[in-house]
Nanobody, 121 residues
Framework: QVQLVESGGDLVQAGGSLRLSCAAS????????MGWYRQAPGKQRELVAR???????NYADSVKGRFTVSRDTAKNTMYLQMDSLKPEDTAIYYC???????????????WGQGTQVTVSS
């Protein structure tokens, strides 16, 4: 089994910064794409940022220039540096990873439990 654990969520004022972490553990042979998604109350879950195992990145238009995704492959950990936070960034942030559990296995997607980010105005 594979576990993804997010941390770093908090209450912060608008304009502030937070750094989220996502640590993957368990039966991991390799990790392909990792990503951050978020879900605000009453809204669908949406992609925030993702990073490939080659470190290429994609961002939602709403966070470009403010958020930076990175990963430490050796630690199976992904980060999201969030700067210039806005009240509309308030949401539960979820970590996602595509994982192979052995050399023969197919890639499978896993989700973390989420971490709450609240930005006050």
């Amino acid at each position: 089994q594979v576990q993804l654990v997010e941390s770093g969520g908090d209450l912060v004022q608008a304009g502030g910064s937070l750094r989220l972490s996502c640590a993957a553990s368990g039966s991991i042979f390799s990790i392909n794409v990792m990503g951050w998604y978020r879900q605000a109350p009453g809204k669908q879950r949406e992609l925030v940022a993702r990073i490939s195992n080659g470190d290429s990145t994609n961002y939602a238009d709403s966070v470009k220039g403010r958020f930076t995704v990175s990963r430490d492959t050796a630690k199976n950990t992904m980060y999201l540096q969030m700067d210039s936070l806005k009240p509309e960034d308030t949401a539960i942030y979820y970590c996602y990873a595509e994982v192979k559990t052995s050399i023969m296995s197919l890639l499978r997607g896993y989700w973390g439990q989420g971490t709450q980010v609240t930005v006050s105005s």
